[in-house]
């Protein structure tokens, strides 16, 4: 039967851009589409007459010299073949945007135009289920369709044919096919076979992330290949009001800084995309879900999902089953729970400073350095109402030194443990957090009793004097460790002004005279002395026999090794000049040692 040529109600080379700019991201899609609509045509028959199953591909190859693909679903009517592009034969692209996928011949039409964007020339033949005679539709490249009734005795279902665009036949040849319908349709609920000169290729296969409960050795070996290595866990993940459940697989490994949980996401099966987001709470990051609903809803693109009260909801359950598995496995596993924090604490730690939910539940298994040793945050703050902390490693590292062993000293220094230090009143109401200062632990610390204090004085100055060309200072005080012998004391602000003279002396004048510029303002704001320095221990016996040496050079090298000592302990990097010293000290105490003549002693005068 002949039919008279008409023209698309729509722009054709302008819809193949807007597929291809705007709504795919890949001329990929083609099969997927094309799966699609024949998965849901295998799904109308068998509502109709409990029939339809296979979906049977044939590759481009250049003895067929067309790619088709054939499904015996409910088929099509002429009227529905007609009436197939009118659904998208729109005026604007809102249009497109906004049709729902839901519809079926709207569902078809989409997928449909998406060949275009591999073929120049699409055929449709089809014989439908409800009756009727054998149709065929032919679409061209040029903006013409064709639509006749056809009396070949077809059997029920659709098959689509196409011809290759010049810049796309790689995309319609068996390699390509074959790993196409694997990544779409590999876990579908119809057989999907490829045609191969060896035989049928079958596609589909159970998908072990919805069965983990029959075969959990499955399930792993999935996760171990999603992952690239063996999941530290799977979380079985449920919400029966959309139809969604799956696996969250625990990555074993600390994800890249930065990183968002991204799910693996399927639709009735059909791959929707590899790295979608949203479907997981952001806190998260700590698995990587493979997941399938049948309630949710697709974009037009069939590439991300709608954002709507269903995702929400999904969400929320999801992330509800994910903190169950952390609350269980803390209380019948904590050993492994250990494990699991101290693979991703960095990115928990992170988290919980903006996510109260995640931090109620999560921060007891945290960790941070005190002066008694690693410490889990639930035994600190059970240990310990009030906790001090340093703000910085090294003011952690000078305090921790004079810390009385009754208190408990947290290193804030560590990225996001001082932060963390404040929230613990706001989680656990009995605990009070002190933030110190060094200074102001150093002005703390007792004098030497009154019947040595002048001793302890003439010892500040004379030791002073040694190391006044290291622009440090000295102070005696009594700390109850007697091993300790001296402690090298600086602010924040002391540091800061050694780091610009040591870069100073590396950089060329430009920035010599901008850091000079910083210490000029630094001086006439008002700052106090800004020296370093050297608190000597007078309960330390070296501390005590040094006020008993009378000689000079003894003296002098004894200090300046007590410094370098004290910068040593304190993991402060030495100066040039530092080295020197040390050398110079070490060399004359050895030379002293030795008996050597007074005249003999590489000693400098001043001391």
Request: hydrophobic share 45%.
């Amino acid at each position: 039967m002949s039919a008279d040529v008409q023209q698309f109600q729509v722009d054709l080379r302008g819809v193949v851009d807007l597929l291809s700019r705007h709504i795919y991201s890949s001329p990929r899609v083609y099969l997927r589409e094309l799966l699609q609509n024949a998965r849901d045509a295998v799904t109308a028959r068998r509502e109709v007459d409990g029939a339809g199953g296979h979906i049977r591909i044939t590759p481009l190859t250049d003895a067929s010299g067309e790619f088709v693909l054939r499904d015996d679903g409910i088929g099509l009517t002429i009227d529905e073949v007609a009436d197939l592009l009118a659904t998208v034969g729109r005026s604007s692209k809102r249009d497109i945007f906004d049709l729902p996928r839901s519809d079926y011949l709207g569902q078809f039409g989409i997928g449909l135009l998406s060949c275009f964007m591999v073929a120049d020339t699409i055929v449709i033949r089809s014989r439908s289920a409800r009756g009727g005679s054998a149709v065929e539709w032919t679409g061209n490249a040029d903006g013409t369709f064709r639509v006749v009734e056809i009396d070949d005795d077809l059997p029920i279902g659709t098959s689509v044919h196409l011809s290759a665009r010049f810049d796309a036949d790689d995309l319609l040849r068996p390699a390509a096919v074959r790993e196409l319908a694997t990544t779409f349709a590999e876990f579908l609920p119809v057989r999907v076979t490829v045609d191969s000169p060896t035989g049928d290729i079958d596609i589909t296969r159970p998908a072990p992330f919805l069965d983990a409960a029959d075969d959990i050795e499955q399930a792993v070996r999935y996760g171990r290949d999603l992952l690239g290595a063996a999941p530290f866990d799977a979380i079985e993940l449920h919400e029966p009001a959309t139809g969604t459940r799956g696996l969250a697989y625990v990555l074993p490994y600390a994800p890249p800084p930065g990183a968002r949980q991204a799910t693996r996401m399927y639709l009735g099966r059909m791959l929707l995309g590899e790295r979608v987001d949203d479907v997981l709470p952001e806190w998260a990051f700590f698995v990587r879900a493979v997941v399938d609903s049948t309630g949710l809803s697709p974009t037009a693109s069939r590439e991300s999902l709608v954002d709507d009260a269903a995702l929400e909801r999904v969400r929320e359950h999801l992330g509800a089953g994910i903190r169950r598995w952390v609350l269980e496995l803390g209380l019948r596993e904590p050993h492994r729970l250990a494990q699991f924090v101290a693979i991703h604490e960095v990115g928990l730690k992170s988290l919980v400073r903006h996510d109260e939910e995640l931090a109620r539940f999560i921060t007891r298994w945290l960790t941070l350095e005190t002066t008694h040793g690693t410490m889990r945050i639930g035994d600190l703050v059970e240990r310990y109402p009030h906790v001090r902390v340093a703000p910085s490693v090294d003011e952690f590292r000078q305090v921790a030194g004079i810390s009385p062993a009754s208190e408990v000293l947290v290193n804030g220094g560590y990225l996001y443990d001082s932060d963390i230090v404040r929230m613990l009143p706001d989680l656990y109401p009995h605990v009070t957090v002190e933030v110190v200062d060094v200074t102001g632990e150093l002005d703390r610390l007792d004098p030497p009793p009154l019947d040595d204090r002048d001793a302890a004085l003439a010892l500040e100055a004379r030791a002073s004097a040694v190391l006044s060309a290291s622009d440090c200072s000295v102070t005696v005080r009594s700390v109850d460790q007697p091993e300790l012998a001296a402690l090298y004391v600086a602010d924040p602000e002391v540091l800061r002004r050694i780091d610009r003279g040591r870069t100073r002396g590396i950089t060329g004048s430009l920035w010599g005279g901008v850091l000079d510029r910083i210490d000029a303002t630094t001086a006439a704001g008002g700052a106090e002395d800004l020296r370093a320095r050297l608190c000597l221990n007078w309960s330390n016996r070296v501390i005590r026999a040094l006020v008993r040496v009378a000689d000079d050079a003894v003296f002098a090298r004894t200090v300046q090794l007590l410094y370098i000592q004290a910068l040593l302990a304190g993991h402060h990097p030495l100066s040039d000049s530092d080295r020197a010293l040390m050398t110079t000290a070490l060399t004359d105490l050895v030379a002293l040692s030795a008996g050597l003549e007074e005249d003999s002693l590489p000693f400098d005068d001043a001391f």
